[in-house]
């Protein structure tokens, strides 16, 4: 490949996403885990695949702009073509997106513009949907506000739970992610 694909995956919990990405056998190199978390089980998800961990925690008198410039100091030995988030719980600021525009990927738990934010799955089901999904996401300045990649439904049935519909929610997730940013690094914009 002459301009491989070098993706830093940013990620703030569990990592499922985060591994769906790792064994999804992308034409491109999983360089870096960005973790704003300390002693979350991304992290050792990422030691066991020997990938490296940088860790970007926000700390009290220390603005977002001066984090993230730090953090672009942390990723520029990686060689980084694109960002991708699965489960990263901030806000991009100015500074990463203007260091990667329309390079930065979000995925999102439900149908955008409908449920945005932390809660998505948890706010469909309150609301009585009974069709929610993934979104897959370009990152702007706003929160699940950008320009939409890739769309699945999903059904939620009258049996169904918020944790039965939260799983079948990180079903598709865990296929739809892999496979979106693979045609988007075909495509050349990762």
Do not use: W
């Amino acid at each position: 490949m002459k301009n491989e694909s070098r993706l830093a995956v940013f990620a703030s919990g569990n990592g499922t996403n985060f591994e769906a990405l790792v064994n999804a056998d992308l034409p491109a190199k999983i360089c870096v885990l960005v973790c704003d978390q300390a002693d979350v089980p991304v992290i050792e998800r990422a030691k066991r695949h020997r990938i490296p961990v940088i860790m970007s925690v926000p700390k009290k008198g220390v603005r977002k702009a001066e984090r993230e410039r730090v953090l672009l100091q942390d990723l520029a030995p990686y060689h980084v073509t694109g960002l991708i988030l699965a489960g990263y719980m901030r806000i991009v600021g100015s500074t990463l997106l203007k260091a990667f525009p329309r390079r930065i990927i979000n995925i999102h738990p439900a149908l955008l513009p409908s449920f945005p934010g932390r809660q998505g799955i948890e706010d469909a089901y309150n609301a009585g949907v009974k069709v929610t999904g993934v979104t897959i996401h370009y990152v702007d300045g706003g929160v699940d506000t950008g320009e939409i990649i890739a769309q699945e439904a999903v059904y939620r049935s009258d049996e169904d739970t918020l944790a039965s519909l939260e799983a079948k929610i990180h079903q598709v997730e865990h296929l739809l992610y892999p496979k979106t940013v693979r045609q988007l690094i075909e495509k050349g914009v990762l």
